[in-house]
């Protein structure tokens, strides 16, 4: 059964940020700190289903203290970048994989599942409306937030009748000025980001408010993230912060490059699944496994491992230096950033950026 194209109202603001004060903003625009001059909202009614969707200026939201969300936490986002291309067009990285996985964590809890078409036309509406604010400069790019929460007002616990779904827009920076950075980690083994059974593989708000205390913790031991272990035994490596992880065994071109299974308690993230992908391009034999603390302390000590980095939206790809726990500390191969991440971290950008051909169709050109 084909669902019915979801209509969209287009506002567009009548007084959008001068081009002079745009320019200065993309010049430095850091990451989060600045907003388009747009966002979309769609909103669902039990009932009703999906109606109301506009493409509107960016403006504060109205909340009665007895909305849902503030309550019972029914919130969960997406996040992705559209890209300045050669050419001066634009085009946003594999959209309808942020849409499938966007579905998947409504599901998980209890809320509505917005059609994939319509979470890839209300991007393509609001990065269409505002590409002036889409930098043009080495890995500079529009981070894209799609989101949705609970709308309804009430205390009584159950799924709510009402939700809104939004999407807004920030110009982001290069994630690394001045070159790529390894980081430190802290495997955290008093505090765990999932259960099986729980909301895991969900990106919901949730998650992110219980990770922060163990990100404090890492802070507090001087490092820069901390790494998930598994809630059962506290030694299998899951993820770091809000990145997957991937393990480099052996050197060149036999290198083997590896990631933790997903196993439900994981994040199931886009960048992941691409380079698997990548990985494979490049010649590389790639594995989904189960890696412990262990295996990558002794990979680490006799070389076998040779070089760690996490992956995500917003930095693409992240080395891993070094690693602390309470039991010992380690370093990951010579601390700086290895040859096989960074030649993974390359392509990927040419990809994004169009510097090198998408031979997957993984770009969404808009207009």
Known sequence: MTTPRIAFDLKPSAHPLPAAEREAILANPGFGRHFTDHMVTIRWTEGRGWHDAQLRPYAP??????NMTLHYAQSIFEGLKAYRQPD?????????????????????????????????????????????????????????RPFMFANEVGLGVRPAGEYLFMVI????????????????????????RAAPGGTGEAKCAGNYAASLVAQA?????????????????????EEMGGMNLYFVRGTGPDAVIETPELTGTLLPGITRLSLLQVAEDLGHRTAEVRISTDDWRAGNADGSLSEVFAC????????????????????????????????LRERLLAIQTGR?????GWMHRIG
């Not at 827009?169 to 765990?192: D, H, M, R």
């Not at 992240?318 to 991440?341: F, H, I, L, M, Q």
Request: aromatic share 8%; glycine share 10%.
């Open 61 to 66: 939201l109205e909340m009665d203290p007895a």
């Open 88 to 144: 001066g067009g634009v085009a946003t990285f594999r959209p309808e994989e942020n849409a499938r996985r966007f579905q998947r964590s409504a599901r998980r809890m209890a809320m509505p599942e917005l059609p994939v078409e319509t979470f890839v036309e209300a991007i393509d509406l609001l990065v269409g409306q505002d590409r002036a604010w889409v930098p043009g400069e080495g890995e500079q790019s529009l981070y894209l």
């Open 169 to 192: 827009a920030s110009p982001a920076g290069a994630y690394f000025a001045g070159g790529v950075k390894p980081v430190t980690v802290w495997l955290s083994e008093e505090y765990v």
């Open 217 to 237: 913790e890492a802070a507090r031991q001087g490092c820069d993230q901390v790494v998930w272990l598994d809630a059962v035994e506290r030694r299998w490596i």
């Open 312 to 343: 995500g939206t917003a930095a693409v790809i992240t080395p891993v230096g070094a690693v602390k726990s309470r039991r010992a500390s380690w370093t990951v191969g010579s601390g700086e950033p290895g040859p096989v991440t960074l030649r």
């Open 356 to 360: 090198a051909e998408d031979t997957h």
